[in-house]
């Protein structure tokens, strides 16, 4: 059974971070391309970043140089570590597959699988 499990979100003062982790189980996330993405109640879902099998990362303009996203084969998990928070950024964290590269969007595929993910709150 495919399961992604998000954990590590919870309340941060701004300025400060968080490291999330996405648990994947059914498939080794070497195989697929992951996605980060983050909603806040009453708007759109947004693409902040996506990894590939070949390591390749991109991410979304709000994310760049403040958020690193890294994956490890061997705990089969996807990281996101959120520094230098800003209240803006309070959300919940999604992690999905498969995205694309370029958009940062979750792409049709037979590997479609979303967690049920986890709460960012910052506050100011």
């Known amino acids: 059974e495919v399961q992604l499990v998000e954990s590590g979100g919870g309340l941060v003062q701004a300025g400060g971070s968080l490291r999330l982790s996405c648990a994947v189980s059914?498939?080794?996330?070497?195989?697929?391309?992951i996605g980060w993405f983050r909603q806040v109640p009453g708007k759109e879902r947004e693409g902040v970043s996506c990894i590939n099998s070949d390591g390749n990362i991109y991410y979304a303009n709000f994310a760049k140089d403040r958020f690193t996203t890294s994956s490890s084969d061997s705990m089969n998990t996807v990281y996101l570590q959120l520094d230098k928070l800003k209240p803006e950024d309070t959300a919940v964290y999604y992690c999905?597959?498969?995205?694309?590269?370029?958009?940062?969007?979750?792409?049709?595929?037979?590997?479609?699988?979303w967690g049920k993910g986890a709460q960012v709150t910052v506050s100011s």
């Open positions: 999905a597959t498969e995205c694309q590269l370029s958009t940062i969007r979750v792409i049709e595929s037979k590997m479609n699988y």
């Open positions: 059914g498939f080794r996330v070497a195989d697929y391309a």
